[in-house]
């Protein structure tokens, strides 16, 4: 939730994150401009570490060829306790793969979309997400608006229509 929160302050509101309830939608402003639509996420956790991955379906930004074959992943994990450190240190990485942006374009001009991707998009991805991991350091997470990890939730049911806002 926090990164979704991040993207809209970031882009100062043009970008918004609607909640379906098995997706994340990024829009520019309202439906029907989804630049990307996420699938339900999937979550790994253990005691010193946590993912989530979330599989890109469709969208403006998204090759046809490359509809449901990418993924989003965030993952947290901190080193073993030391009990003589006063903090507690993480580590916090993202990964894109598997994503084939439409602007890249196919066939012949897919040596000049690529230029073009690499020049715009890919670098505006590189430069948000920095400062997303940098703004982490404030330790100030949103709480989730689906709530699938809260505590006595059944992690096979879907949430409610109050929990999803």
Same mark, same amino acid.
């Given at each position: 939730?926090?990164?979704?929160?991040?993207?809209?302050?970031f882009f100062?509101?043009?970008?918004?994150?609607?909640?379906?309830?098995?997706?994340r939608?990024?829009?520019?402003?309202?439906?029907?401009?989804v630049?990307?639509?996420?699938?339900?996420?999937?979550?790994?956790i253990?005691?010193?570490?946590?993912?989530?991955?979330w599989?890109?379906?469709?969208?403006l930004?998204?090759?046809?060829?490359? %509809?449901?074959?990418?993924? +989003?992943? $965030?993952?947290? @994990?901190?080193?073993? /306790?030391?009990?003589?450190?006063? &903090?507690?240190?993480?580590?916090?990485?993202?990964?894109?793969?598997?994503f084939?942006?439409?602007?890249?374009?196919?066939?012949?001009?897919?040596?000049?979309?690529?230029?073009?991707?690499?020049?715009?998009?890919?670098?505006?991805h590189?430069?948000?997400?920095?400062?997303?991991? %940098?703004?982490?350091?404030n +330790?100030e $997470?949103?709480? @989730?608006?689906?709530? /699938?990890?809260?505590p006595?939730? &059944?992690?096979?049911?879907?949430p409610?229509?109050?929990?999803?806002?």
């Amino acid at each position: 939730r926090t990164y979704w929160a991040f993207l809209t302050r970031f882009f100062l509101g043009l970008l918004r994150v609607k909640y379906g309830p098995a997706s994340r939608e990024v829009v520019l402003l309202a439906r029907p401009f989804v630049l990307l639509r996420f699938g339900e996420p999937e979550y790994e956790i253990e005691a010193d570490r946590g993912i989530v991955t979330w599989p890109i379906e469709s969208g403006l930004l998204v090759a046809p060829a490359g %509809r449901g074959r990418g993924y +989003l992943r $965030l993952s947290v @994990s901190r080193p073993p /306790a030391d009990d003589a450190a006063p &903090d507690v240190t993480a580590k916090v990485s993202s990964e894109v793969v598997s994503f084939y942006p439409l602007l890249a374009g196919w066939g012949w001009f897919s040596r000049i979309g690529r230029f073009i991707y690499e020049q715009t998009q890919l670098r505006l991805h590189v430069l948000v997400t920095h400062a997303f991991l %940098r703004s982490l350091a404030n +330790l100030e $997470l949103e709480p @989730s608006v689906v709530g /699938a990890l809260r505590p006595g939730r &059944d992690p096979g049911s879907r949430p409610t229509p109050a929990a999803r806002r």
